[in-house]
């Protein structure tokens, strides 16, 4: 199990002063979403929790020790990173994409063994992905290299998920059953952080919620303190509606 | 797995194995494969031993050590630009390796003066092009081209300076230079050793070079130490290819078009295309060579010119065909 945790984190947005510093810490078990309008930061705070960005002041910690200080490779068995975009590269087959997610593991002059093709194929069949294994991931549709991006997470097994909207590019069915992915990971004792643009996801699958301002002001905390349509109105400067479905507050955007 | 890599390893050695032998046997005197093995065991004709151990042979291991060292240091400095453009010489290495080349020949200097001056030419230039690139900021994989490209221009013109004001009796000696010519090499080892060397540091390291061809946040997020990495193939292309145009003059379109054409044919694996790069660049500069030194004998081609001949309708021929 492990645990991220910022200390006094400023992140670095280019041409914004200062802001909230963040004291957040993301216990195995939770599931924190990060909502914001375009802008405002999350994408890099994500990175910068993934140890790709420096922080303008403050520090990660992963397990009480700095994230800049540890190994790349100490730091990619316990931490994945979903992207937002991905760069293609040389072609490469849905497979050997899913397979890379096993490079933090294995040692320079390892080949890929069974176990590990075996973990990249239960990975590819829970995103629904196993039938395009021997496609090249440029031919493929967005949502299917979405969820060819989850499944290499899945393969890497990180005890803490950072995912960059985990849910762009798929179907209703397929949001829904990636967020019921990440909330069984939590289940399973690990922590998972997501930046999110459908607040309804959020409401729904979240049980903490940081919401960052264009400004650099930032708070956070449980869901049901946070997910209130005055603050959620000012935070998107977008009038509401709120309604209840199943249990949990659906936000639709109305005119103003 | 093993096989997987093992198979086509297998079929390349086959294969240059055969070229040497090939390059070994035609020339003036044509002498068959049973011969050969007899010459290489130390019996048979003392003349032919000769003329086989002493000039067939080094030769064309020098081109195969040449061929294999820019393929290798082409499909490098591909992945670490990400672009399939990328060649050895796109740095502006060349260019460097022959303003010091000619300016050898210029003053008048000879053999071992030339290709030292060759490659401390293809150093500097290097280092100028990655200083540059590196610039206030950090160097991008874009900036690094084209700083690499506007710098290539600049020895171009340079070059052309050169030619134009040199005496008449260099000139002949200096374009076959340019266009590569495998007659200036003296021993193979040096680069051979080196092209060996290189195999070994570089197949662990494959599977990071993989990760690394999915972009620097993306090898960083799986483990990669990815600015290290990057420094290690930048040094190594570098001076595989310093090496390489030492040798033999600069040569182009290897390094470009034989990882691309194993690439077409075997995936994307660097595990199995460093390797693959070393064996079938060097078979095709031993047949280039070949043919370079019997098609017009007694006169020479020069090999450049006949690997591109080789080269570009085979790479064409396979990138129409391929999906």
Not at chain 1, 57 to 80: K, M, T, W
Not at chain 2, 25 to 38: E, F, K, R, T, W
Not at chain 2, 228 to 245: G, Q
Request: proline fraction near 6%.
């Amino acid at each position: 199990m492990s645990v991220l945790a910022t200390r006094d984190l400023i992140i670095d947005v280019p041409g914004r002063e200062g802001g909230t510093p963040l004291n957040i810490t993301i216990e195995p078990g939770q599931v924190w979403g990060v909502l914001g309008p375009n802008g405002a930061g999350k994408t890099t705070l994500l990175h910068t929790l993934a140890g790709l960005q420096a922080p303008r002041s403050g520090s990660v910690q992963l397990n009480d020790s700095a994230l800049g200080q540890l190994r790349r490779r100490h730091v990619a068995q316990r931490l994945g990173l979903v992207f937002q975009d991905r760069q293609d590269g040389f072609p490469a087959t849905v497979l050997e994409t899913a397979l890379i997610g096993r490079h933090p593991y294995l040692s320079p002059w390892q080949m890929e063994g069974a176990d590990d093709y075996a973990r990249a194929e239960a990975a590819l069949e829970r995103l629904d992905a196993a039938h395009l294994r021997d496609r090249l991931v440029s031919t493929l549709s967005g949502g299917e290299r979405q969820r060819v991006a989850i499944a290499t997470v899945l393969t890497q097994a990180p005890n803490v998920w950072l995912a960059d909207e985990p849910t762009n590019h798929l179907d209703l069915h397929h949001q829904s059953a990636v967020m019921a992915l990440m909330a069984e990971q939590a289940a399973a004792g690990y922590a998972v952080m997501m930046c999110l643009h459908d607040l309804n996801l959020a409401a729904r699958w979240c049980d903490h919620v940081l919401l960052m301002y264009p400004n650099g002001d930032a708070c956070w905390g449980p869901r049901e303190t946070m997910l209130v349509p005055s603050a959620l109105e000012s935070l998107y400067r977008q009038k509401l509606a709120v309604v209840e479905v199943d249990g949990a507050p659906v936000f639709v955007p109305i005119k103003a | 797995m093993l096989t997987r890599l093992g198979f086509p390893l297998s079929l390349l050695l086959l294969a240059a194995l055969a070229a040497l032998l090939l390059a070994l046997g035609v020339g003036s005197a044509q002498i068959s494969p049973g011969q050969i093995m007899d010459l290489l065991q130390g019996e048979g004709d003392a003349l032919a031993r000769t003329m086989v151990m002493e000039l067939r042979l080094p030769r064309a291991l020098s081109a195969f050590a040449v061929g294999g060292l820019l393929a290798v240091a082409g499909a490098l400095m591909q992945v670490l630009l990400r672009n399939p453009l990328a060649d050895p010489y796109v740095l502006g290495l060349s260019g460097g390796a022959s303003i010091g080349a000619l300016a050898a020949m210029l003053g008048g200097l000879g053999g071992l003066a030339i290709s030292g001056s060759a490659f401390g030419g293809a150093l500097l230039s290097t280092f100028l092009v990655f200083g540059l690139a590196h610039g206030s900021g950090g160097w991008t994989p874009s900036r690094l081209l084209l700083t690499g490209v506007v710098v290539a221009a600049g020895w171009g013109a340079v070059i052309t300076l050169m030619l134009a004001l040199s005496p008449a009796e260099r000139l002949p000696g200096m374009l076959y230079w340019l266009m590569g010519d495998l007659s200036y090499s003296r021993t193979p080892w040096p680069p051979l050793l080196l092209l060996l060397a290189t195999c070994v540091v570089l197949i662990p390291l494959g599977r990071s070079l993989n990760v690394l061809a999915r972009g620097p946040q993306q090898a960083a997020a799986l483990g990669v130490a990815v600015r290290p990495l990057e420094w290690c193939i930048y040094v190594t292309a570098s001076l595989l290819t310093a090496a390489a145009v030492t040798t033999a003059g600069s040569i182009g379109f290897v390094g470009l078009v034989v990882p691309h054409i194993l690439r077409l044919l075997l995936g994307n694996d660097q595990r199995l295309i460093l390797p693959a790069c070393a064996l079938a660049g060097g078979t095709l500069l031993v047949l280039a060579d070949t043919l370079a030194r019997t098609l017009i004998a007694p006169e020479q081609l020069p090999v450049g010119v006949i690997t591109a001949l080789l080269g570009v309708p085979t790479f064409l021929f396979l990138l129409y065909r391929s999906r």
